[in-house]
């Protein structure tokens, strides 16, 4: 069953706004069992949604509209929906009262133009918004279904979720899709296709591999649509072996999780804590951390040792190794891995030292020269990395490594001693 999206707003083509929604909506349809055909944003021009709407209704079942159904006069997508549908716009006395209650809730009052928010399309069946007050209609022609939400994430998500979705698997049978991802680690994506040619030759038709690069990563992902789920299920499970004995130590996990999810679970399962003390990053690794609900429970902080000042009178780095070595070596991301560990009393501590960029690289340490560190109840050990000249690049790649470096030791797994 084929879907398409059309997202409508001057705001997401002229870049104000990035069109999340689309990406969201594609995850959830594809977990129920629905093929995303396109996506199309256009303008807030009745021309534009007509061409849209006649060309994806010549490639999808069901076309779910997002965005320009508001109360002014620059969304049109209502009084265009009841062009393209022939329908005349009523006075809908329970969507008002649903818009007055809401607004009521919110202590705030309703305006004549926030109550036109109740002319509904005489043809549409309307679905309950229920964070919001611009109603959900629902139109049919032909087998085909056309629907129109809000362009406000929270009231979308809320609309796909809670009724969208469910009214479109009563409406349409629907095969399950089955998602197996594999990260594997320490193997480019050229070298990794070399490495899995035979076994990748020898997946049956039903099962399809992509190749997904990362930061210091490739995610395997394996895919099949399938209307005998658990068939498909064992086979995939077959291969998976084949594809285990191959990779060994090189699969860091079997789930399309980040780095800083897998960190947290594998401390918690452990019961071991974690701090970090980061210079180049700025803070971005503690940021990834603590994105990850219950990483209370396993990460007790960071220090941003951002200048020399604060490695030497925080982590405790000696000015003399500073002035000897420099910042960016292996010498100080140790000693400021080793700091964090004994300043905040954990069993690891993860540090990052380097040059982020654009200025103040050298033809000895260049833009983009990285060091990181991870002291564990082991010992300390650091690892030189080289990355790009853009500066943002260069933060969020020493991120990645350094969680993955921690993971790899974590684990057992030395980087060298990868394939």
């Known amino acids: 069953m084929k879907v398409e999206i059309i997202t409508i707003g001057d705001e997401i083509l002229i870049g104000q706004i990035v069109d999340t929604n689309s990406a969201w909506m594609a ?6 069992g629905f093929e995303l055909e396109q996506i199309t944003s256009v303008h807030d021009r009745e021309d ?39 329908a005349w716009l009523v006075f809908n006395e329970e969507v008002l009262r649903h818009i007055e209650d809401l607004l009521r809730h919110r202590r705030r009052a309703i305006n004549e133009l926030t109550r036109t928010q109740a002319l ?30 809000p362009g406000v994430p929270y009231e979308m998500k809320t609309a796909m979720s809670s009724e969208i979705i469910p009214r479109l698997q009563q409406k349409f049978t629907t095969p399950e899709v089955i998602h197996k ?44 649509v399938s209307f005998t789920p658990e068939l498909v299920k ?71 040792a951002y200048s020399n000042e604060v490695k030497t009178q925080v982590l405790g780095v000696d000015t003399t190794l500073l002035e000897r070595v420099g910042a960016v070596s292996s010498e100080v991301a140790e000693a ?17 030292t380097g040059i982020a960029g654009p200025g103040g690289g050298s033809d000895e340490k260049p833009v983009g020269m990285v060091w990181v560190a991870v002291a564990s109840p082991g010992g300390v050990i650091s690892k030189e990395y080289r990355f790009s000249l853009g500066r943002q690049l260069n933060i969020e790649r020493t991120t990645q490594t350094a969680m993955l470096l921690l993971l790899d030791l974590l684990r057992g797994v030395r980087p060298e001693s990868l394939l």
């Open 336 to 352: 400021m891995a080793v700091g964090a560990k004994r300043l905040l009393h954990t069993d690891y501590a993860v540090a990052t």
């Open 181 to 224: 991802t594999v990260l594997v680690r320490g193997i480019p994506e050229s070298a990794l296709a070399i490495t899995i040619a035979g076994w990748e030759n020898n997946l049956p038709d039903t099962l399809h591999l992509a190749y997904l690069p990362d930061f210091n990563l490739v995610k395997l992902r394996l895919s099949a």
């Open 48 to 86: 534009h949604i007509v061409q849209a709407l006649d060309l994806a209704l010549t490639r999808a079942d069901v076309v779910l509209c997002t965005g320009g159904i508001g109360p002014t006069k620059d969304d049109i997508t209502k009084q265009t929906l009841c062009k393209y549908f022939d």
């Open 234 to 304: 064992a086979q995939l499970e077959h291969h998976l072996a084949a594809l285990r004995n191959i990779l060994r130590d090189a699969i860091l996990a079997e789930d399309d999780i980040p780095a800083e999810q897998l960190i947290v679970e594998r401390f918690a399962a452990g019961r071991l804590t974690l701090a970090t003390a980061e210079s180049c990053t700025g803070g971005n690794l503690a940021r990834r951390i603590t994105s990850v609900p219950g990483s209370s429970a396993v990460y007790k902080g960071s220090v941003v």
């Open 27 to 32: 995850v959830e349809l594809n977990k129920a």
């Open 120 to 149: 509904v399309p005489d043809k549409a069946l309307l679905i309950p918004n229920r964070v919001g007050t611009a109603p959900i209609t629902w139109f049919e022609k032909e087998g085909k279904v056309v629907v129109s939400m």
